[in-house]
């Protein structure tokens, strides 16, 4: 109820504002007007109208800027507000799971499959808590533009984003069936951390959002030339449109915080969407074309693998058409010691 006042009072007041400084921008030109007319010498009228309707002018736009700062800053303070909700969430849940774990094995004599089971549970907080912290240090490193690390390499990416989809279903225990793979094989140029960041996230999402008997589909092609088209679908609830640029903002998850049910920092897409765009490359949201659900469409620069097959094999075909075989290098050999044979007979 706060932040909706909070955010109701700047803009009334704002547009309060706004309305009277047009008034009485509107009433000063009349009025000027109106004591220029019928005067013998109306110069002085025309440079008040002039000096002061500048003025008026220049005041309603600093009002307008304002109030445009000061939404953007209360949302952005409602966005950091919900973030710090998801991580100290995000935090608590893992440790408080951990420190259970901890005190029955150490209060109680478990038998060897609990103990193993434990000890898998207790990982899994372990990489919930390391995923946590490589969100934050990746959105940091973005906000400053830092460079990725690796180095740049051609990358089959059917085989990436097998490994990612067979990743994420380890970690929700979901069927590898719920990822359903169609592929072609296509080629990248990029840092592979980047690359699997961004799949990762966005198949990730999938799922995690997905129905309760959930169904992703991922699809790979190379459509036009340079360039290659992945597309990551599910069946869940769907994005409404007039949140659809939002999502990939700085902290921006729907609806509040401390209502949510699925884990999240809010910062998955974002970094998502930057690490597209350093790649030179375009990622969009739409509906799911059959049903109910959200599709991420991503486009980068790329091109098929057979395509780079062939270059590299005519490639090393010229280069051994270019190369001299052991025979003809024999052919020459035995020519040469013909004429030197000629020589000595004719010298002799």
């Keep these: 109820m706060f932040e909706r006042r909070s955010l ?81 969430h995000e935090l608590k849940s893992p440790i408080a799971s951990l420190k259970l774990y901890l005190q029955t ?24 808590l390391d995923e946590l912290i490589n969100h934050l240090l990746d959105a940091a490193r973005l906000e400053r533009g830092g460079a990725s690390l690796g180095e740049i390499e051609t990358i089959e990416l059917s085989q990436l984003l097998r490994d ?45 959002y997905a129905d309760n008997n959930p169904v992703v589909e991922v699809d790979l092609a190379c459509e036009t030339a340079g360039q290659v088209v992945v597309r990551v679908t599910d069946n869940g609830s769907g994005i409404p449109i007039k949140l659809r640029r939002k999502i990939f903002g700085r902290f921006v998850r729907v609806g509040s915080e401390l209502e949510r049910e699925k884990p999240g920092t809010g910062l998955g897409l974002y970094i998502v969407r930057n690490l597209v765009y350093r790649m ?40 051994t058409t270019d190369r001299p075989t052991d025979e003809a290098i024999d052919e020459v050999n035995n020519e040469q010691v013909a004429r030197q044979e000629l020589v000595d007979e004719q010298t002799n």
């Excluded at 019928?38 to 003025?55: C, H, Q, R, V």
């Excluded at 094995?105 to 898998?120: A, G, H, N, T, V």
């Excluded at 970690?171 to 840092?191: D, F, G, I, M």
Aim: hydrophobic fraction near 40%; proline fraction near 4%; glycine fraction near 6%.
């Design 280 to 319: 030179k490359g375009k990622i969009h949201v739409q509906d799911r074309p059959k049903g109910q659900g959200t599709m991420f469409e991503v486009k980068l620069p790329g091109e098929s693998a057979r395509q780079t097959t062939d270059q590299t094999t005519d490639q090393t075909t010229d280069q």
């Design 8 to 88: 109701k009072l700047p803009i009334t007041l704002g547009v309060v504002m706004i309305v009277i400084l047009v008034a009485l921008t509107v009433g000063w030109v009349l009025v000027t007007v109106w004591g220029a007319i019928g005067k013998s010498n109306p110069t002085l009228y025309w440079t008040f109208l002039a000096i002061g309707t500048a003025l008026l002018v220049f005041i309603l736009v600093g009002v307008v800027m304002y109030l445009t700062l000061s939404v953007k800053a209360i949302n952005l303070n409602r966005r950091q507000s919900n973030f710090i909700d998801s991580v100290t």
């Design 105 to 128: 094995i150490k209060r109680r004599e478990l038998s060897p499959e609990e103990q193993q089971y434990f000890y898998r549970s207790m990982l899994e907080d372990v990489e919930r």
């Design 164 to 208: 990612c989809s067979e990743s994420v279903c380890m970690r929700y225990r979901v069927p590898p069936e719920t990822v359903k793979l169609k592929l072609q094989p296509c080629t990248v140029n990029a840092r592979r951390v980047d690359v699997d960041m961004i799949f990762r996230n966005l198949i990730d999402n999938a799922v995690k």
